[in-house]
């Protein structure tokens, strides 16, 4: 106990000496990130008022009134001309679950799916019908073009009018080879929403994903849950009939079943799919398939401001934080049917308030234009920070960073802060130098596998490019240490993520670690609004080439 109070003492003095020798301008600023402040943001939006804050319902009209009033009172322009909220249209997409039907046949067998337990389907066209006959069915390994892996599984392939199968995750997980894409951990390249978008720059009629347990990162279940309700998806102007007409996932039996029709050996195959060299076999069979979805085209808001920089006013760092959660559940038998999202995101949007109050109060202003930016339709797929990237009211090529917050530490002070995608840019190198002057360390995000880096908005701007850092909470906690930090992060997913259990406890939370982890978040994004540099992906970085393109 007396070693953890020195730590504790030891930590604090070399925060004070920090303040007060090297930074003494910004402690002003540093000052306004506080417990009491961000006590009183997430109280409101995470309180029941706000109704769980869904896109394009009453829970929205009060989430953006709110943000627009802090927005004002920190002092922030409009960041969208007089407006600070950026409109987005969305389309709601629902498959009638028992209008398909979906067969596959070979010379001798007929295979028909039954929707949930072998198959779930969708489209993402606004199109009332989908019908497809006789589809030749090719099956393409993990999905992938990636060139900077030297790898494409398209390779010679014409798929036109044809059914693509492919796994899901990357020749790297499945092998565990180092040599092979990010070994164990998930690259992009393995991340279903990405095998979808290959299908249909790709020109194939479907694309149907083999769910493996493992590979995904989650049971059957949670496909089943996704897959058979309605969807969110921004609305393009061509009906996004670009994509695939229709987007599927099976089951792995489903999967060794169509393997077997075609006279082949599922695990032989799979595993071959895994190594350098594999190349797509034509499968003996077809795939006719039809169902009816409906729609609803509706709108929601991202919530943007600008603190104009004092002489780089035209070049930006973005801080992002989602406001959207998942509102109200209709059929809940019993208790709470508000999912609050206290945690995930209140404390991620009280977060960049907060931050915003310190930019403001600083006695020099900063040299470049920081922006503040909470998207709407994080939960529904990156929606909101997806349409910003593709419509931005900045230039991205004068964005030198984006910081994001989504879900931040409620557990007490850490040693250790997460960094997702750790090593990718360089990005890390300022968020390293303010980590160790405070005395901490950083980690890379817990579960790479699981492709975790891929599920928040920081992601919709690396995609195009833009380098981008997400923060997360550590787990080595300075009272109770690391394997307590790991185990309450666990126990708090199981038990409160995406449930209306998700509430704000002032009483149980400590805001502590919270109040430290920001400080940190701020002064990073000084020391970058203090440069004219624009940091880049590192070399061998996907992102990479998208962000040379728009600096030439
Ligand atoms: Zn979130």
């Keep these: 106990m007396r070693n953890q109070i020195f730590v504790v003492f030891l930590i604090s003095s070399l925060l004070l000496v920090r303040c007060s020798n090297s930074k003494k301008e910004v402690q002003t600023a540093l000052d306004k990130i506080n417990a ?3 006590k009183e943001k997430i109280s409101i939006l995470a309180s029941d008022d706000f109704k769980g804050r869904a896109p394009s319902t009453l829970g929205e009209e009060r989430t953006i009134k709110y943000l627009e009033e802090q927005f004002k009172k920190i002092g922030l322009q409009p960041g969208n001309g007089n407006s600070y909220l950026q409109e987005i249209p969305f389309v709601k997409i629902t498959t009638e679950l028992n209008s398909i039907a ?33 589809s030749e069915m090719i099956f393409a390994g993990y999905g992938i073009v990636a060139p900077e892996y030297n790898w494409n599984d398209y390779a010679g392939l014409n798929v036109k009018g044809k059914t693509v199968v492919v796994l899901v995750n990357d020749p790297g997980f499945a092998t565990g080879d180092k040599n092979l894409f ?3 951990a998930m690259t992009y390249y393995g991340r279903w929403t990405y095998k979808f978008e290959e299908a249909a720059r790709q020109g194939a009629a479907g694309l149907i994903i083999i769910h493996e347990t493992d590979a995904a990162g989650y049971p059957w279940s949670v496909v089943e849950n996704s897959w058979t309700g309605t969807r969110f998806y921004l609305e393009t102007p061509d009906k996004n009939m670009s994509n695939c007409e229709f987007n599927g996932w099976v089951t792995t039996e489903t999967a060794q079943k169509i393997f077997e029709m075609s006279g082949l050996d599922y695990k032989k195959e799979i595993a071959s799919a895994a190594q350098r060299g594999f190349k797509p076999i034509i499968l003996s069979s077809n795939m006719s398939i039809s169902f009816k979805s409906k729609f609803a ?5 991202n919530v943007i401001g600008v603190l104009p920089g004092k002489e780089l006013a035209d070049e930006y760092i973005i801080y992002s934080a989602h406001w959207d959660h998942f509102g109200v559940r209709p059929n809940t038998a ?6 609050n999202g206290a945690l995930d995101n209140a404390t991620g949007v009280a977060g960049i308030l907060q931050v915003a109050e310190a930019f403001a109060a600083l006695p020099q202003p900063q040299k470049r234009s920081i922006i503040f930016l909470s ?18 009211l900045f230039p991205l090529n004068k964005t030198a960073a984006v910081i994001n917050l989504d879900a931040l530490n409620i557990f007490g002070k850490t040693k250790d802060i997460t960094l997702a995608g750790y090593k990718d840019s360089g990005l890390d190198d300022y968020a390293e130098k303010v980590i160790k002057e405070y005395g901490r360390y950083v980690v890379p995000e817990p579960t790479p596998e699981k492709g975790t880096y891929f599920r928040s908005d920081h992601f919709s701007f690396a995609k195009v490019g833009v380098p981008s850092l997400y923060f997360g909470s550590g787990m080595d906690n300075i009272e109770h240490g690391k394997q307590w930090g790991l185990d309450q992060s666990a126990k708090w997913l199981r038990e409160n993520y995406h449930k209306p259990s998700d509430e704000y406890k002032p009483d149980i939370w400590k805001f502590d670690g919270m109040v430290d982890d920001l400080k940190i978040i701020f002064e990073v994004g000084y020391d970058l609004s203090m440069t004219n540099k624009f940091p880049n992906w590192l ?10 393109a728009m600096m030439k």
């Design 36 to 38: 009491d402040g961000l």
């Design 102 to 134: 979906a067969v596959i046949k070979s010379k001798n067998e007929t295979l028909n799916l039954s929707v949930p337990k072998d198959f779930v389907v969708g489209t993402t066209r606004v199109v009332d019908n989908t019908s497809l006959k006789n």
């Design 182 to 184: 990010n070994g164990k």
């Design 297 to 301: 085209y509706t709108k929601s808001n």
């Design 334 to 339: 019993q208790g709470d049917s508000i999912l």
């Design 375 to 392: 998207v709407t339709g994080e939960e529904a797929g990156l929606l909101g920070s997806d349409y910003y990237a593709k419509h931005p």
């Design 539 to 548: 070399e061998g970085s996907p992102y990479k080439a998208n962000r040379d």
